[in-house]
């Protein structure tokens, strides 16, 4: 696995990058398909809290985070979507990710919304929580009826932290 991750780079994203999250997204077969302009204004103006995963061998993207900070809680970053290519789950890319861009922005707390039957986001999150000993809770985050005109599962509410990074001294 350690293998496979030496073998990306990760970096911010950038106004172009923004075709490419939205084709990773409606390739990913379970993160809901927004509009290509909200992949590329996550690229353009919320790039500092956003976060792209690429083979260094060729530059290809295999992952994304969007997220940005809480305006009330800048110390909470709110991790809007995970995508990971299919060829590249199962090792360690999203986790790596997660713990890339939170070291970066040095924040104490995630939070994310996740429907009850996303079995692979609640899991990809419980990890996290534990790989960082920390706290996850699921609080009720967005109804059913707080969608319209679409069957939308209702989005529950985890927050991951406080997150305390250990700092090793020399």
Not at 101 to 115: M, N, P, Q
Not at 147 to 160: A, K, S, T, V, W
Request: hydrophobic fraction near 40%.
């Amino acid at each position: 696995m350690s293998s496979y991750l030496g073998s990306l780079r990760f970096r911010s994203p950038t106004t172009e990058d923004g075709k490419r999250m939205w084709r990773l997204a409606a390739n990913s077969g379970r993160l809901d398909l927004n509009s290509p302009y909200a992949y590329v204004m996550m690229g353009k103006w919320l790039s500092d809290t956003c976060l792209i995963a690429e083979r260094k061998e060729d530059g290809r993207e295999v992952g994304f985070i969007t997220g940005f900070r809480m305006p009330a809680d800048p110390q909470t970053l709110f991790i809007w979507q995970v995508a990971v290519d299919a060829s590249c789950r199962g090792r360690g890319v999203a986790l790596a990710m997660l713990n890339e861009l939170t070291a970066e922005l040095d924040v104490r707390y995630v939070e994310t919304t996740i429907s009850p039957g996303n079995s692979a986001s609640r899991r990809l999150f419980q990890k996290w929580a534990d790989s960082l000993r920390t706290a996850l809770t699921v609080t009720e985050g967005f109804r059913e009826d707080h969608f319209p005109g679409m069957d939308h599962e209702r989005e529950e509410l985890f927050r991951i932290g406080p997150i305390v990074r250990d700092l090793e001294s020399d």
